[in-house]
């Protein structure tokens, strides 16, 4: 750019000394030298730093790593790369026979579970029924124990009648209370519910339910409208469900976000709703009208992280640069532009507007040049 303005620079001085007859001597060169440098500098800092401009920008794409919930030998894969896909449609399934087995485990489980809550409501009714026959057995040893009391102490019966009596009835008041104990706990192996359910019930039920949703997970479905990018997954190879071991990378359906990185020199120029233009190396000759959607309220190299060391800032590397969202005010539809193309983009302010024009001279002259490639020649 500055040395596309030199040559326009050049062009001119050589322009008005031949037209002007000006006399070629050190005294002329050195001044239009200077007076170009001055003018030159002055028009390249004006513009630099009311109007921004930078290389770096790029369509921005989200991507999904896909991850199954369960581990197993994959057994078919009918997705197919770059093919539009639903929500829901199936990437890839996994062996379901471990987790089928699983449920039918569970369920079994689940059977016996019931029963023997059955059970314990039958055992819990013979207990108290046990413990109602013992508290009659008592009452009665008791009754026989207090009148053996009272004709003790007028001297009707004999002590070995009493001791006996006695003896009975503490027989049958301990064989009570065992069966009040035994009729206790029946009742409350029967009553132990969680939610109105039995809690042996309740937690074979909830494995059940986790068997069920892993025999659910063995088929991968995609998550949102869209496609897989790239697909390398073959029935027979194992997918483990690792966080860091993605099987494949999917795209969802959703446009691309456009944003610029500019240098913090331009922060003070650079607002929301301004103007600017965009040239893309993949559409060269054109440039595309866009505005400023979003001002990067942060620089990536200034984050910090919970950690066991200290901050030393000579490992951050590179002053940053402010990321800006931008939004086309045209539509790109008819062009062929993927996501991650690269751009470059000039921001107009309303600070020294004039310089605009050279800044979009500049900008197109830049745009033609994109003709000008080549790949190994």
């Known amino acids: 750019m500055d040395l596309l303005i030199i040559l326009i620079y050049a062009a001119l001085a050589y322009v008005v000394f031949r037209l002007f007859k000006i006399p070629v001597n050190g005294f002329t060169l050195l001044t239009a030298a200077l007076g170009g440098i001055a003018l030159l500098g002055a028009l390249v800092l004006g513009m630099n730093y009311n109007h921004p401009f930078t290389s770096q920008a790029r369509f921005y794409f989200t991507t999904t790593p896909i991850i199954p919930a369960v581990s197993g030998v994959v057994i078919d894969v009918p997705v197919q790369p770059r093919t539009k896909l639903k929500a829901g449609d199936v990437l890839f399934r996994i062996d379901p026979k471990p987790f089928a087995y699983a449920v039918e485990v569970k369920e079994a489980a689940l059977a016996d579970a019931v029963q023997a809550t059955a059970q314990l409501q039958a055992a819990a009714d013979t207990a108290k029924r046990k413990f109602e026959s013992a508290q009659a057995a008592r009452d009665g040893a008791k009754d026989i124990y207090d009148r053996a009391a009272k004709l003790i102490a007028s001297g009707t019966i004999a002590q070995a009648q009493f001791e006996k009596a006695k003896s009975e009835y503490q027989a049958a008041n301990a064989s009570a209370q065992a069966a009040e104990a035994e009729a206790t706990r029946a009742r409350l192996d029967a009553e132990a519910n969680l939610r ?64 610029a990185a500019f240098l913090q020199n331009s922060a003070q120029r650079i607002e929301e709703g301004a103007e600017a233009e965009v040239i893309l190396p993949a559409v060269p000759g054109r440039f595309f009208k866009a505005k400023i959607e979003s001002v990067g309220a942060y620089i990536p190299q200034g984050q910090l992280q919970p950690s066991g060391n200290l901050v030393d800032p000579e490992q951050v590397k590179g002053q940053g640069r402010m990321l800006v969202g931008l939004k086309f005010t045209e539509d790109l539809s008819r062009y062929q532009i993927v996501p991650g193309s690269t751009g470059e983009v000039a921001v107009y302010t309303h600070h020294m507007h004039h310089l605009a024009m050279l800044r979009k001279v500049l900008l197109r002259m830049k745009s033609w040049l994109n003709y000008l490639f080549g790949d190994g020649h």
């Not at 309740?202 to 659910?216: D, G, S, V």
């Not at 409208?225 to 469900?241: K, T």
């Open 196 to 259: 109105g359910v039995n809690t042996e019930v309740a937690r074979i039920q909830a494995e059940l339910e986790t068997a069920r949703f892993n025999l659910e997970q063995s088929v991968v479905r995609a998550p949102t409208d869209g496609s897989v990018a790239q697909m390398f997954l073959r029935p027979g190879m194992y997918a483990a469900s690792m966080p860091l071991r993605p099987v494949m990378v999917f795209m969802p359906d959703e446009p691309p976000v456009f944003a």
